[in-house]
């Protein structure tokens, strides 16, 4: 399996980037899709997922109401729609597959390779 991340950039606070996730490899449809961040300085830190058996979505509380996991099961591709972008979500963004969503690392199978997002005030 493998997962490429893409559409990390610059963008001023208050604006909007969407970043992808392309799997191959493997079956997309049976993997849960999870989205992590590592910010400056600070340990990787899981943002969002979404379930392969229903669809289900996950955040964590900050931001909740402004970024929106999605997947397309026809296209082998997951989507995290960022708005409302603060500086505080300046990271390195990772997708990940595995069997469930949960919030520790070592629990998904596979890893992207990481997609920068800077947000500047």
């Known amino acids: 399996v493998q997962l490429v991340e893409s559409g990390g950039g610059s963008v001023q606070a208050g604006g909007s980037l969407q970043l992808s996730c392309a799997f191959s490899?493997?079956?997309?449809?049976?993997?849960?899709v999870g989205w992590f961040r590592r910010p400056p300085g600070k340990e990787r830190e899981f943002v969002s997922g979404?379930?392969?058996?229903?669809?289900?979505?996950h955040y964590i509380a900050s931001v909740r109401d402004r970024f929106t996991i999605s997947r397309d099961n026809n296209k082998n591709m997951a989507y995290l729609q960022m708005n409302n972008l603060r500086p505080e979500d300046t990271a390195v963004y990772y997708c990940?597959?595995?069997?469930?969503?949960?919030?520790?690392?070592?629990?998904?199978?596979?890893w992207g390779q990481g997609t920068q997002v800077t947000v500047s005030s």
């Open positions: 990940a597959a595995g069997p469930v969503i949960v919030t520790t690392e070592r629990h998904w199978n596979f």
């Open positions: 490899g493997g079956t997309f449809s049976s993997y849960s």
């Open positions: 979404i379930s392969w058996r229903d669809g289900g979505t």
